[in-house]
């Protein structure tokens, strides 16, 4: 057996190339810790847009998501277009797995695929912080900049409030 095949791929074989180059290119992205937050909300909570689908090509997002403390975050809802997945980086958030809200710390991870019941909340007097990933990259910058007119008072009726959440790839569940 050579290496290559003792390495193996899972059988997930690898994508088909997108760069035809010969000598690669400077296409970086450096976002410093210290920039300032995408977006605040009127309770605290803060998200850091670092790769959002337009910025990746639409391969993904990547959001951090600041809770403050005292308890804020969405119920139970599932996506039909992208999956979404957490890491804690500091303090704890409670996670729906579909059967339960589980605690999830600093280091741990949650992936939920698409049509995966989820949900996450801060339930304590304590900040936390997680990593937000979605694949592909939706525009979930207008789905985050909605809510925040919502908490700031904006009013929709229900067909227009339906209709937000569809756009934005939201489905609610008791």
């Given at each position: 057996?050579?290496?290559?095949?003792?390495?193996?791929?899972?059988?997930?074989?690898?994508?088909?190339?997108?760069?035809d180059g010969e000598a690669g290119e400077?296409?970086?992205?450096?976002?410093?810790?210290?920039?300032?937050?995408?977006?605040?909300?009127?309770?605290?909570?803060?998200?850091?847009?670092?790769?959002?689908?337009?910025?990746?090509?639409?391969?993904?997002?990547?959001?951090?998501?600041?809770?403050?403390?005292?308890?804020?975050?969405?119920?139970?809802?599932?996506?039909?277009?992208?999956?979404?997945?957490?890491?804690?980086?500091?303090?704890?958030?409670?996670?729906?797995?579909?059967?339960?809200?589980?605690?999830?710390?600093?280091?741990?991870?949650?992936?939920v695929p698409v049509g995966g019941l989820?949900?996450?909340?801060?339930?304590?007097?304590?900040?936390?912080?997680?990593?937000?990933?979605?694949?592909?990259?939706?525009?979930?910058?207008?789905y985050f900049e909605g809510l925040r007119?919502?908490?700031?008072?904006?009013?929709?009726?229900?067909?227009?409030?339906?209709?937000?959440?569809?756009?934005?790839?939201?489905?609610?569940?008791?």
């Open positions: 057996m050579s290496l290559p095949e003792s390495m193996g791929t899972k059988g997930v074989p690898y994508p088909p190339e997108r760069y400077v296409s970086a992205f450096y976002r410093p810790d210290t920039t300032a937050p995408d977006l605040t909300y009127p309770n605290g909570v803060k998200v850091d847009y670092l790769a959002t689908g337009a910025t990746t090509a639409g391969d993904y997002g990547l959001y951090r998501w600041h809770f403050g403390p005292g308890e804020t975050g969405p119920g139970p809802h599932f996506h039909r277009a992208v999956a979404e997945s957490f890491y804690v980086l500091t303090g704890t958030v409670r996670i729906y797995n579909g059967e339960e809200w589980i605690p999830a710390g600093a280091g741990d991870f949650v992936h989820h949900g996450f909340r801060n339930t304590t007097d304590e900040p936390a912080s997680m990593l937000l990933h979605f694949t592909p990259g939706a525009p979930r910058e207008g007119e919502l908490a700031e008072g904006t009013e929709l009726g229900p067909d227009d409030m339906a209709e937000f959440y569809k756009l934005h790839d939201n489905y609610w569940v008791d």
